[in-house]
């Protein structure tokens, strides 16, 4: 007789077997002779070399699956015992079009021609500026693409920051220490993040420094290594904060800047390093730049409508 243990590492044990154990036993079915026993993040199995061999390759499968879809259910289960090629194919993500699969399993997919543009620009550049309005799926589409590098190990961590210039408001009037400050400012990228990555998965993640979010001046000084690194909301660095940013850059590391350069929130507009680093860091080997339209919103149909009546409104205003 041969027992092994595998070990469920960086999974929720509940998830992936479901409750009361349901999916380990809908595996169990299909390896009769071979006794399957579960506690926590270890699954102990006890039968023949050949039986234990192939339940583990199997079960292995299975977790990759998991990892890539952020699911598993009973159909996944039956359909992979009996198309099992094509579960392989799906487990190693041989999908180009979609980036990740969200918490309940959604598919994540570049949706318009500059989102496509942003994935494909990717690629072959270590710098990426995405400057265009709200809604047009810049700064989502980029932490889709940071999620995705992440699991495939193309980078050791996530690091996802914004200026703080309060549109309005100050931070020092709000309630709580600095992080709780600080948080509701950096909600839009914990949403991003949730519906990509299983809570449990994320907190760890955000624990353990995987995925690092925070304010644009707490990157003064660090050198960002084999790093996924999205600066957001870049139309409110200033000209010095995004030279800064910019030389940041470490070894095997990606940066992308995104931006609205007409919701500028700084004293002055001239003082916004967005511009001028699209004007100068275009054309150089590595940058990509890319500008988004009112044709890439995704959002409720109104906002598109609502961004040209605005842009009308300021191209009448200067026209006149």
Request: hydrophobic share 40%; net charge negative; glycine share 6%.
């Amino acid at each position: 007789m041969t027992e092994i243990v595998i070990f469920l590492e960086d999974i929720d044990p509940v998830v992936f077997l479901g409750t009361n154990n349901s999916l380990l036993d809908k595996i169990q079915s299909f390896f009769p002779k071979i006794k399957i026993l579960s506690r926590g993040s270890e699954i102990k199995c006890i039968g023949e070399e050949s039986e234990i061999t192939l339940f583990a390759e199997k079960f292995n499968d299975l977790i990759e699956y998991y990892r890539k879809y952020n699911r598993l259910e009973e159909q996944d289960i039956e359909k992979y015992f009996f198309d099992a090629e094509h579960m392989k194919s799906a487990a190693k993500g041989e999908f180009e079009q979609v980036l990740v699969f969200g918490t309940s399993g959604k598919p994540v997919r570049a949706r318009t021609v500059n989102q496509l543009q942003l994935v494909s620009d990717y690629k072959n550049n270590d710098l990426i500026i995405a400057e265009g309005p709200a809604g047009t799926g810049k700064t989502y589409t980029s932490i889709a693409l940071a999620v995705r590098a992440l699991k495939e190990r193309e980078v050791k961590k996530i690091i996802l920051t914004r200026p703080a210039v309060e549109a309005g408001e100050r931070l020092g009037f709000l309630p709580g220490d600095m992080k709780e400050k600080l948080d509701p400012y950096l909600q839009p990228l914990y949403d991003a993040l949730h519906d990509m990555l299983p809570y449990k998965k994320l907190e760890t993640w955000l624990e353990d420094g995987t995925i690092q979010i925070a304010p644009l001046a707490f990157m003064r000084g660090r050198t960002l290594e084999n790093a996924f690194v999205i600066l957001d909301e870049a139309q409110n660095a200033t000209v010095s904060q995004l030279k800064m940013f910019l030389t940041r850059m470490g070894v095997s590391s990606k940066f992308i800047m995104t931006g609205d350069s007409t919701q500028i929130d700084l004293p002055r507009k001239s003082e916004s390093g967005l511009v001028q680093a699209m004007r100068i860091l275009s054309g150089i080997e590595g940058v990509s730049v890319i500008k988004f339209d009112e044709r890439d919103i995704v959002r409720h149909k109104l906002v598109k409508r609502i961004v040209k009546a605005y842009e009308d409104e300021e191209t009448g205003s200067s026209g006149g």
